[in-house]
């Protein structure tokens, strides 16, 4: 039986956010991912549905303009429009990624209110890359920093964390919480390689960004030592009230769009850290959703171990 609470946010509208055909962040992601949630049957689980996330939540993080302009989009039913060479939007791209953001937003409320100790945000388009005044990179909307935004305005908490392991840079959240002393951001991540930020000395206006960059080929070892020495000391030192994580799996050794050698243990290790990490400076609040992981059988196995970590199961 689970020692911690877990909730699961999600919403059908995530598996309507068409990509097209050969595009690696496709509705079979997510359908891998809730199979496997299924199939797990983890004991107690607490399952929620997100609400669409507001013009006003978003605009916390985006540039008004941006988000009016990214709500506005009407794709017909069967079409697809492109925000860039990347980025693509269909009918129901919208409302999923409004429904992407709202379920980090729910899954704050639930671990503040007391109702889960723990969340996880099944959901897609992912939001890591999206920065300021800009979509890129799969993503439309920056769920984890518009959580973040939303945790300090509803909850009234001083200083929030996010620790992102996906293996492309979250230049996203680093550029919305580069000016704040009050948000922090550490991510391992490898570089050389998409978006091509993320270097060591891009430490944030206050010293409030860590980046641990690790080369093709990093593996357990690099991963774990990055995350040892630099990253979660750093964390515990910011001391959060509140601790964020953009899970991306596609460092994975069989992703297909990276070079790194991750294996599934490997993110049930350091999530098993960045619970313990937040039982000691959040009462144990930590809320995670899902960036990438492109290849599925990868991205449905190590899911489960980083929920069977984050809720504290049994192995």
Known sequence: MARMSLAVVTHPACLEHDTGPGHPERIERLRAVLDAIEAARLPGLICEEAPRASADQLAAVHRREQVEALLAIEVPEGEHGALDGDTIVSHGSIEAAQRAAGAVIRGVDLVMEGKAEAAFAAVRPPGHHAEPDRAMGFCLFNNVAIAAQYARASHGLARIAVADFDVHHGNGTQAAFWDDPVLF???????????????????????????????????????????????????????????????????????????????????AWLTGELVALARQHCGGRIVSTLEGGYDLAALAESVIAHLRALGDYEP
């Not at 080369?215 to 509140?242: H, K, Q, V």
């Open 185 to 267: 951001f550490a991510s391992t991540h490898q570089s050389p390689l998409y978006p091509g930020t993320g270097a060591r000395h891009e430490r944030g206006a206050h010293g409030n960004v860590a980046n641990a960059p690790l080369e093709p080929g990093s593996g357990s070892r690099e991963f774990r030592d990055a995350w040892s020495r630099d990253l979660l000391p750093a964390i515990a030192a910011f001391a959060p009230d509140l601790l964020l994580v953009s899970a991306g799996f596609d460092a994975h050794m069989s992703d297909p769009l990276a070079q790194m050698r991750l294996r599934t243990d490997d993110y």
